[in-house]
């Protein structure tokens, strides 16, 4: 009992040779689709490695990148196919490859789905990694004269501008961490010295962010220093005042920006993948129905094409013995065809060869 | 003695159309091209429309668009000359609009070369006009509760950090004007008073700048106000201080932009130029070579082909001798018609 059988007749196989070798360059197109979009991923994540604490999902990019390029060989192959197929005696080419060539693609697609699945699921590494790195590049704002973390203030002041943000949850994060290094700082003056002391770790902790915190949608000059000081500045009351300063922590803007990216690669990978179960499909029926055709003997005859030989369950269960028997390959068993040798052989008795000499 | 004659066999006659042909459809890409060249110009131009004072350079941009449309209309007509031009019976339909379209390419060209002209000429005009939009837009900052300018405060911040710049020629310019809005001075402090008395207008100047001007390349957090005084700060000198704040001044920076803007369009639109003539001439040969071959017994024989029928002195006598008749049938027509109103005034 044959699985999804069709029957074809020679017009039939040839209409869908042609439109599979049409659908597997199209798949090219989408394999390298794959690639520039895994190229995007990486690039993206690489212009703020910085802010990130460890470079692990760049595995994504990778198997995206991967995927594209496999993608594209595997369906030229399989467009070189189909494009035989036409011819029955082009098909008999590829006749033993055909069979290994669908399972390695059924398989194949399988990655696909992978590769699209691990784009949703990345949140939550993402979400680490982003929290870390953040929370050191705050810390090291003030290294600008350390090699190695020089351009983590640069980093920070742009990432805050260009992605609206402050601080890693919000802009009291500034609050904790001391951002001003001591080469401005004037330790003679009392004031500086002051609040040194009133701090356990003996940082200069104030009530202050940088510049790249400030909103550009306030209707006031800035107010960065003495934030939560309402006195120091005329008409401010820090808790009602919302457009001074970017009300969003990087954090979560930084999620958000690659989560929309992965969630759209993911959309489009899956919209691939199932095109490419599609072509897969259509690739199994043609090999069939070329069989078949074969079996027949008449290249002209209907032939029937279908996804399995037999129902689900009785394939799963000769696959198994198959697979059984592979292992019983090494063994020993009383099969009467084997040749074992016995003590009782006649020795084949040697010819002797004279090579005559020339005199 | 015909202008650049050759000669013109059948199967260099069919290749000149085939190839014109694709030269056409090559043209009329080319038109689009510059069609979305000026479509991006103008863009960029209208986001930053509120520092400039007047359109004036808009018509860069307008003359590429206009002329991109008529090109890519000419292009594709030649493209269709070229498909019956080897058919002798569709041939001569196009015969009478070939001279105007001649003269319309030849305009075209020169309108092309006049926006590449007119692009480095008006630089100077471009830099006006931003010297006056940026000063109103400084001056207007902390206008953020007055209709019509609430704006300009968050148009110069982002124009600042965009295009890495601090005010009009540099940083002294923001020393110049009150750009704290009184609101948000207090009126009972003393140094605001003092500050306010001291000045002519009465007006609040400081000599700090708005956080937009901060450079994040600067290793020391950022100062914005007393950057004059070399005591308020640790450290701090503001004669060597060079990378607090953005150096360079938001019109140098706008003109410098623009400019390297057009500075790529213009090769494209120079190559666009070419493409024309190039079409122009060809279709010339084509045009002569074919009516040629029409005018011989044989239509497969060989033809001449030439760019004027005569020579270059010959050609204008010719056209001198045309307009001059033409302007003797119209004298003679009008003094014809006097003579006519002058009858009847005395018959009547």
């Known amino acids: ?359 | 003695m015909a202008l650049l004659k050759m000669k013109f066999p059948l199967q260099r006659r069919v290749r000149l159309a085939q190839g014109l042909w694709l030269l056409s459809w090559l043209a009329v890409l080319s038109g689009a091209f510059i069609f979305c060249l000026g479509v991006y110009l103008k863009t960029e131009l209208l986001r930053r429309a509120e520092v400039m004072d007047n359109a004036e350079i808009h018509v860069v941009p307008n003359i590429l668009m206009l002329v991109s449309l008529a090109s890519i209309g000419t292009n594709w007509f030649a493209g269709r000359v070229c498909q019956d031009s080897l058919d002798t019976t569709r041939f001569p339909r196009w015969k009478r609009f070939l001279m105007g379209w001649f003269a319309v390419v030849a305009l075209l060209c020169s309108l092309l070369v006049t926006a590449v002209v007119l692009s480095y000429a008006l630089q100077g005009r471009l830099e006006e006009s931003l010297k006056v939009g940026l000063r109103n837009g400084i001056r207007f900052y902390r206008d953020t509760d007055v209709p019509g300018r609430c704006f300009q405060k968050e148009t110069i911040d982002r124009l600042q950090i965009q295009l890495r710049c601090c005010g009009n020629t540099n940083y002294r310019d923001w020393f110049e004007v009150q750009w704290i809005s009184n609101r948000y001075l207090n009126f009972t402090s003393k140094e605001v008073k003092d500050r306010v008395r001291s000045n002519v207008d009465g007006r609040y100047l400081v000599d700090g700048v708005p956080f937009s001007c901060c450079n994040p390349e600067s290793p020391r957090p950022c100062l914005q106000y007393h950057l004059l005084d070399n005591n308020a700060h640790y450290n701090y000198e503001y004669q060597t201080e060079s990378l607090n704040l953005y150096s360079r001044g938001c019109r140098q920076a706008l003109v410098d932009y623009y400019m390297e803007l057009m500075n790529t369009i213009g090769p494209g639109v120079l190559s666009v130029i070419l493409t024309q003539i190039t079409v122009a001439v060809s279709l010339r040969y084509l045009q002569t070579a074919v009516e040629g071959a029409m005018a011989l017994d044989n239509p497969e024989d060989d033809s001449d082909g030439y760019l004027l029928e005569k020579n270059l002195k010959e050609t204008i006598q010719d056209i001198k001798t045309y307009f001059l008749i033409l302007y003797m049938r119209n004298k003679i027509n009008l003094e014809s018609d006097d003579a006519d109103a002058a009858e009847k005034a005395t018959a009547s």
């Open chain 1, 1 to 359: 009992m044959a699985v999804g059988k069709v029957t074809f007749t020679k017009a039939e196989r040839d209409k869908l040779a042609q439109v599979l070798w049409l659908l597997n360059w199209i798949s090219v197109v989408t394999g390298v689709i794959l690639f520039s979009l895994g190229l995007f991923l990486k690039v993206e994540i690489q212009k703020r490695r910085e802010v990130m604490s460890d470079q692990d999902i760049l595995y994504v990019p990778h198997m995206l990148i991967t995927t594209g390029l496999v993608a594209c060989c595997i369906n030229f192959l399989g467009g070189k196919i189909c494009y035989d197929s036409v011819d029955t005696t082009k098909f008999l080419r590829w006749k033993l490859v055909i069979l290994p060539y669908i399972v390695c693609t059924f398989f194949f697609t399988f990655c696909v789905l992978v590769g699209a699945l691990t784009c949703y699921s990345i949140r939550n590494q993402l979400e680490e990694s982003l929290f870390l790195g953040l929370r050191n590049a705050m810390r090291y704002y003030k290294d600008t004269d350390m090699a190695g973390r020089c351009f983590l203030k640069r980093s920070m002041d742009l990432l805050q501008i260009q992605f609206q943000c402050c601080g890693n949850g919000g802009y009291r994060d500034w609050f904790h961490i001391q951002w001003i290094s001591n080469r401005y700082l004037d330790m003679t003056s009392s004031t500086v010295v002051d609040r040194l002391r009133s701090n356990v770790k003996g940082k200069y902790l104030m009530d202050g962010v940088p510049f790249s915190c400030c909103s550009t949608f306030s209707p006031r000059p800035c107010i960065q220093l003495q934030v939560t000081n309402n006195s120091a500045h005329f008409n401010y009351n820090h808790q009602t005042e919302q457009l001074n300063l970017w009300r969003r922590g990087c954090h979560q803007a930084l999620l958000d920006h690659y989560t929309g990216i992965m969630q759209s690669i993911g959309l489009i990978v899956l919209v691939i993948w199932l095109f490419e179960l599609l072509v897969l499909t259509g690739v199994r029926y043609l090999q069939t129905a070329m069989e078949n055709v074969l079996l027949l003997g008449d290249p002209d005859s209907e032939s029937d094409g279908w996804i399995l030989e037999n129902s689900l369950a009785e394939t799963a269960r000769s696959n198994f013995n198959i697979i059984k028997n592979l292992g019983k390959c090494y063994q020993v068993d009383d099969d009467p065809n084997i040749n074992i040798p016995t003590a009782t052989e006649r020795e084949v008795p040697s010819r002797q060869v004279q090579i005559p000499v020339a005199s």
